[in-house]
C-alpha cells in the first residue's frame, strides 16, 4: 500500500457523507456524496459501506474524518488532547482493515469545568493552516449541526467552544409550537438581519422566541417572515457567545457556503470583519497533508 501513488478522503458525518479520489499528485479525480452518513449505516454493515465507496471510487488506501470515528461509527478513534496540530492527528490516526483504511482522531478540550469534543472540523481548520489558506493564529468559526468557535495558535487548535445551534433550530422546526411557522426558506434578508440584531443585543433567546408565534397570532409578523427572523435570532445569539470569547480581529467563518455566508453576515452585522473559506477545500487540505506524513 503507497499513499503516494493515491488515496480517497472521506468526511463521514452524521446525516451524509463525501468521498474524494486523490491522484498521486494529489489532485481531485473524482467524487461522490449521498445521505449515507453514520446513522443510516447498520451496526456490522461499515465494512459493506466502505466497500461502496471503493466500488465507486477504486480500490485505493482510505483516509475518514468525521463522525466514523465516535462511539455510533465504525471504529471509534479517541479524541486527542488539546492543543494539537497535523502531526498529533497523523500521529494518532486509527488503523483498521489490515492498515488499509485508517480514521482521524476527533480532539478535546477539558479547562476547570469546561469541556467540549470535535470530530470532522479539526482536518479543515488545520488543513487549512497548511495550506495558507488561514493565518496560523486566527479565530475560527465553523457552522454546522453543532456550531464550533475555534481557537488558533502557532498553527495549533487551542480551544474551542460548541453551540448547538444547528440542532437546535431543526429541533423548532420539527417538533415545537413554533414549527408550523418555520417551514420557509431562510434568506438573508431584513427578517433574518432583524433577528440576528436582536440576539446580538439581547440575552433573551428563549423568551423571544415563543414571541414569535405571539407576533403572528397578533396579526404583528407575518408567517413568511418567521423562518428568516428565527434563524437570525438563534444565529445571532450564537455570535453574541461567540465574539466575546474571540478576542479582537478577523473571524474566518468556514464550513459550506450556504452556511458560511449567513453567518458571515451575522457577524458583519456586529461590526466585525468576516472572511468565508470552503470547508470542502480545507478537508482535501487537511487530508493531503495527513497522507503526506504517511509517506
Known sequence: M??????????????NRRAYLLGSDGAQRDEMEDDQGILSVSPGQFHQAVQEIRARLGDLPLLMGGMIGSNRGWVEAPYVACPAGIADLAEHLRWIEGGRAAIVPGLSFAEGDAADVMRGEEVQILGAVAAGMIPADAAVLHPGTHNKWISVAGGRITSFRTIMTGELFSLLREHSILADLL???????????????HGIANDDLVAELFSIRARFLLGKAERGASAAYASGLLIGSDVRVGLHEAGQG??????RPELTGLYARAVALAGREAREVDGEMAFLAGAREIAEQLQ
Do not use: Y
Not at 183 to 194: I, L, Q, R, W
Not at 250 to 255: D, F, H, T
Open 2 to 15: 503507497r499513499w503516494a501513488d493515491g488515496f480517497i478522503a472521506v468526511d463521514w458525518g452524521t446525516t
Open 183 to 197: 417551514k420557509g426558506e431562510v434568506d438573508a434578508g431584513a427578517e433574518f438581519d432583524a433577528g440576528v440584531a
Open 250 to 255: 478577523e473571524i474566518v467563518v468556514m464550513g
